[in-house]
């Protein structure tokens, strides 16, 4: 699975920003997509995830602000941010979950950029 990940770049506080990830290769593979950021000099943890079967899970730091989709048809998924914090300022990278003969893999974009700053 291949994945490709925009929309990132610098908005002030308190704006809006959407990121978009799509997928290719053996998207029927597929279980969960999702996000995890970078803050800098920080370890890389999860924001949203979205499994098949509909279920979502959020960071608590996301919770409120932030929203996850998937467009199955189009095998992608979006990070809707609103009421953007200084402390949101991270790479972002798209992320799968994918299962294959038994085995699990996990699949990383190359992220992108969002600072907030003003």
């Known amino acids: 699975v291949q994945l490709q990940a925009s929309g990132g770049g610098l908005v002030p506080p308190g704006e809006s920003l959407t990121l978009s990830c799509t997928a290719s290769?053996?998207?029927?593979?597929?279980?969960?997509m999702g996000w995890y950021r970078q803050p800098p000099g920080k370890q890389r943890d999860m924001v949203a995830i979205?499994?098949?079967?509909?279920?979502?899970n959020y960071a608590d730091s996301a919770k409120a602000r932030f929203t996850i989709s998937r467009d199955n048809a189009k095998n992608m998924a979006y990070l809707q941010m609103n009421s953007l914090k200084h402390e949101d300022t991270a790479v972002y990278y798209c992320?799968?979950?994918?299962?294959?003969?038994?085995?699990?893999?996990?699949?990383w974009g190359q992220g992108t950029l969002v600072t907030v700053s003003s």
């Open positions: 992320y799968v979950l994918a299962h294959m003969e038994f085995h699990r893999y996990d699949y």
């Open positions: 290769g053996m998207t029927y593979s597929i279980n969960a």
């Open positions: 979205f499994f098949n079967n509909g279920t979502t």
